[in-house]
């Protein structure tokens, strides 16, 4: 401790941070914590950080907490947690509101919503658009939907569908298709066998990419089909033989070529170790200039980049026997854009 002119002063790391109280009784320091405390990743720094409050480990100010604001602190947490989940309620509901039909409303009004909007005029100025996301909850309704079944002219069923079908039920039979799927998307049960359904859809794409007689692309790894190798026709051929497989990967890398070509060729050699065309391409990347060792080689085989750098090398011999070309643009290839290939490798 120092003196000054009769006072006592604490030094700065025997004293609590925030509420300034004496940390060391009797000699011996008791009923505190370090704030930053390494060893403990949800420590009292980052506690705080959660909460919004910003603190730095400096000489000047203490780097220990008294027992009392410690309890402060968890307490705000665990009320900012409640707080949080009071404002995720309330923001569901008011989504809900904003992107579900209201009950009781007809026909009429629905296709009036549905309407595009009149243009505005010039001396007008529209209101700012709402911003809200799709609710992953079933819609809850008041009305009752059923549906009259007739095997022939004399026996007639009629089932009352359930609330969570409902909404489906009437959206398919008013050929609102768009509204029904988005419904079912929604639907436990019901997203499950689409999930199922999905992936059948995804097997009989990838069966047919993989059946050498489709000539895709991928196939074509002779030394003479890999001179005129085209991401474009890569591109072309994946969304003629697999539309629905494209989709997802167009969706996926936000309809980049490129990567849509990189995806589809890795993904499909874990299927069809043959279909290695853009792994040779890039095995003659990597060989111009002497080339990477043996063991990068293998570390990328494993993954369907490339393949083994014996038949990397093989390959590259192959094709400078048969190619009256040299193969320097195989080093510098040509620059490929997301949305565009602007000439062929």
Known sequence: MEQTQGCV?????DSCRFCSSNLRINGTLGSCKLIFDSRDKDNVCSQLSKLGLAIDNTSFRSYRICRRCCTTITRLMRDTEVLQKWKNAEREIEIEIETETCPGEDDSSADERDREPTETPPSETPPPAKKSRKSTGMPSRSSVTKVMITYDKQNENIL?????????VENVAKRKFARAANLMSRHRELKEHLKASMLDVVEADCVTL?????????????????QSFSFQELHDDLKRLSPFLFNILS??????????????????????????????????????????????FQQLAKLGITTTKDNAVSKQQEMANYWTAPLNHIADPPS????????DS
């Open 9 to 13: 002063k604490l030094p700065v790391n």
């Open 160 to 168: 009352k569908c359930q609330s969570d079908t409902a909404g489906i």
């Open 210 to 226: 993989c059946k050498q007689q489709n000539q895709f692309m991928l196939w074509r790894t002779s030394a003479e089909e890999l």
């Open 251 to 296: 969706k996926i890398t936000n309809d980049s070529l490129p990567h849509i070509c990189a995806a589809a060729s890795v993904a499909l050699r874990g299927r069809e170790n043959r279909l290695a065309a853009l792994s040779y391409y890039i095995n003659s990347v990597l060989l111009n200039g002497g080339g990477p060792k043996k063991e990068v």
């Open 336 to 343: 490929i854009s997301p949305k565009h290939i602007t000439d």
